[in-house]
């Protein structure tokens, strides 16, 4: 063995049996900045020419590979050598390059692996091109070199979800030799050593199978249907299936492609919307305060909320004890949870033994006092402030007091619920989107008095259960539903002004959501907001603009798809314009006396991006959100606002 050598301040590595292991450390993420890039083609100069070495072996530091290209770097000058330039020089050297995968190949960092020789990974590692999902292709051979080694569809697949795969999977797809079983690095310097002298297998020199253009075809339909518009799912498909040409050809029209959508507001929306998401559980006054100790989460109502929250809960290693009202309801909440397990398990989301771990985590209980031994108790009962601040002082009762208490209400005003229990100081809201198990997003809602280790340990919390984590101010709809009360608002008002509900969700579907406004209304039915608006219908101030259009559908018991009728009407449950609806709202404006007029799609998409805006800026100026990234990650992932374009913050700038 050697001393080791250093080629330059992320890149060093040591002679291991006539083998150079060069290992990337580059923390966070082993992230191919210029230092690694120039590192790493130091390390192959001087493989190739020094004449002890039979081959080289590269691994990261740390628990990833490489997480890919530094996206930080994206924007800046360009800083030679490029990726594609020492990719190049790893495939073509004339001694072996093994990858030994320690950890995630991601990106940049995969296609580094794919210009090896021969990749072997550790367990845990995993591989993914996941750069359409920051608007842009692959820009260092992956839309060449991964077909070449795994067939067009399969390529196809990987590249324009931009999904990872797991070892088992990345073996059976042939995208790598071998999962060690031993040592990594051991391994890799055997394998190394095997293959010097040999016959190298250089995945850009592999032909691609031309018998599949059936099955390209109906994918590449089906990914294009599905892009709303992005365009680097569409320059991915290009690139992968024109990828049986010359290396070469097909390696210039990727780079190419790749920096002009690495300049594109697209690509600068999701890098913005990329460290939104790392940004958001910082909190400011949280630094260094610990999280308080979680292992038993109670769920108080075991409807569809509280199953969602079990399920994602038991996932992520908690023992969970749900209550309901009756012996009989609590278990016909197991039974739910339980049936959603069971799916898990038959679509192959959950092993036997992960399967049978989970139930056995899970209890559930009608007695409060089955509660006691809980860390965290999460209501989700009916939203009816009497409900829920019975409940608390119930919990208040038989949990003991150093243990926290969150509320999942949509709309009630969570201080108030605080204030009517015995420590405030330990209640927060966590409210959960529905279907708990499947959507992202978890506002954590500071209340009034929450102490800032009770908001550190809903923020821990979240990240174990998977959420996305925002933290709110207290406010009627926190931060969603104040935003989505004004865009419901200003669509409502494009109404009388002269727009249809037809137009009206074409210009947001053109613009990228994935569904209208008034067809999701209909899908989610009218009543429930009806109940609210009659609530508050006597503290109305009669000054401001009321559209009762939905008031009148309501009345008429239009409410929705499951009534066969709404905004829009269903015969054989296909959604189709009523003229009966365009007569409701005619006669709308003409009671308000208001000229209609006819809007192009550019400016209701305007009008309604505008009024998101103006209510974040309320939101941010009364102090409820911290920042605009946040809102922005409130509805991308609560409301179907398209990713592409930043949310409606972003948007504006
Ligand atoms: N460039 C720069 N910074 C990165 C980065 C990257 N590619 N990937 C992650 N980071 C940073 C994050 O911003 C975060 O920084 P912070 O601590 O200051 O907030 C830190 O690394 C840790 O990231 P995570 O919190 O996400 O850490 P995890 O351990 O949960 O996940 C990961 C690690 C799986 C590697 C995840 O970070 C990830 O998915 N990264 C992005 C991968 C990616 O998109 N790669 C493609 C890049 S584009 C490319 O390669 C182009 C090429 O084709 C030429």
């Known amino acids: 063995m050697n001393d080791a050598i250093k080629f330059s301040s ?54 990833t590979f490489i997480g890919g290209a530094d996206i930080r770097e994206f924007g800046k000058p360009a800083i030679g050598p490029t990726l594609p330039a020492v990719i190049e020089k790893i495939e073509k050297l004339s001694k072996p390059v093994v990858a030994a995968l320690n950890g995630a190949a991601l990106g940049g960092g995969l296609e580094v692996a794919l210009a090896c020789h021969y990749r072997v990974a550790s367990s845990t590692a995993q591989v993914g091109l996941p750069e359409v999902k920051l608007g842009i292709v692959p820009g260092a051979g992956g839309t060449q070199r991964l077909p070449r080694l795994i067939g067009i569809p399969a390529a196809l697949d990987l590249i324009t979800s931009g999904r990872s795969a797991k070892t088992d999977e990345a073996l059976s797809l042939g995208i790598i030799d071998e999962i060690a079983k031993a040592d990594l690095v051991e391994t890799a310097i055997s394998a190394a050593q095997k293959l010097s002298g040999k016959q190298l297998r250089r995945t850009g020199e592999l032909s691609i199978a031309t018998n599949e253009a059936a099955e390209i075809e ?25 990828s049986n040409r010359p290396l070469t050809e097909g390696l210039a029209d990727e780079r190419a492609t790749f920096l002009t959508l690495r300049d594109s507001r697209e690509a600068a929306a999701l890098r913005y919307v990329f460290f939104a998401e790392r940004e958001s559980s910082r909190v400011e006054g949280l630094e260094g305060i610990e999280p308080r100790p979680v292992k038993t989460i ?107 208490l969150a509320t999942n209400t949509s709309y009630l005003n969570p201080d108030e619920i605080a204030a009517a229990t015995a420590y405030p100081e330990r ?36 990240k174990k259960l998977r959420k996305l984590p925002v933290v709110a101010g207290v406010t009627e709809g926190f931060i969603g539903n104040r935003i989505f009360s004004a865009y419901r608002r200003e669509a409502e008002f494009l109404l009388e002004d002269g727009a249809l509900p037809h137009e009206i969700d074409a210009a947001l579907e053109d ?44 009345e008429m018991g239009r409410f929705g798809q499951k009534a066969g009728r709404g905004w829009y009407a269903y015969p054989d449950g296909k959604r189709t314009i009523d003229p009966d609806v365009t007569a409701i709202i005619e006669a709308a404006r003409t009671q308000k006396g208001i000229t209609p007029r006819a809007f192009p799609k550019s400016e209701i998409q305007e ?3 505008k009024a998101m805006a103006a209510e ?8 409820i959100a911290a920042r605009p990234s946040d809102i922005d990650l409130v509805m991308i992932n609560g409301y179907g606002f398209p990713a592409h374009k930043g949310g409606p913050m972003f948007a504006r700038t």
Not at 434 to 452: D, G, Y
Not at 527 to 543: F, L, S, T, V
């Open 10 to 63: 992320t890149v060093s590595a040591m002679t291991r049996g006539g083998i150079l292991v060069v290992t990337i450390d580059n923390a966070p993420v082993n992230a191919t900045s210029a230092d690694v890039r120039s590192g790493l083609e130091k390390a192959l100069v001087h493989a190739e020419a020094t004449a002890n070495v039979a081959g080289v072996v590269i691994t990261g530091a740390g628990k």
């Open 218 to 242: 109906r994918a590449a339909a089906r990914i294009l249907g599905r892009a709303r518009g992005q365009k680097a799912p569409a320059e991915a498909v290009r690139l992968i299936t024109s």
């Open 298 to 404: 109670g769920i108080c109502g075991l409807g569809l909320m509280g199953s969602g929250i079990a399920i994602v809960a038991l996932a992520a290693g908690y023992t969970v004890i749900g209550l309901d009202q009756t012996a009989e309801a609590a278990e016909k909440g197991r039974e739910r949870i339980v049936g959603l397990l069971e799916r898990n398990l038959a679509s192959g989301r959950l092993d036997q033994n992960g399967f049978e771990a989970q139930k056995a985590r899970l209890s559930v209980t009608a007695s409060d006092a089955d509660l006691a031994p809980c860390d965290l108790v999460i209501e989700a009962v009916f939203d009816d402030l009497a409900v829920k601040i019975d409940l608390f002082r119930r919990l208040d009762k038989v949990i003991r007091p150093g243990a926290v």
């Open 427 to 462: 209640v927060l809201g966590m409210h959960f989107f529905s279907p708990a198990h499947v959507m992202r997003l978890l506002e954590i809602v500071r209340c009034a008095r929450t102490a800032p280790d009770v908001l550190a340990t809903g923020l821990a919390v979240a």
């Open 511 to 554: 613009y990228g959501f994935p569904m209208g406004l008034f067809a999701v209304y209909d899908m989610a039915g009218l009543e429930i907001a009806w109940a609210r608006r009659k609530r508050q219908a006597a503290a109305r101030d009669p000054a401001t603009r009321y559209v009762g259009i939905a008031d009148t559908l309501c």
């Open 607 to 609: 009008r309604m991006l």
């Open 616 to 623: 974040g800026e309320a939101l941010l100026a009364e102090g």
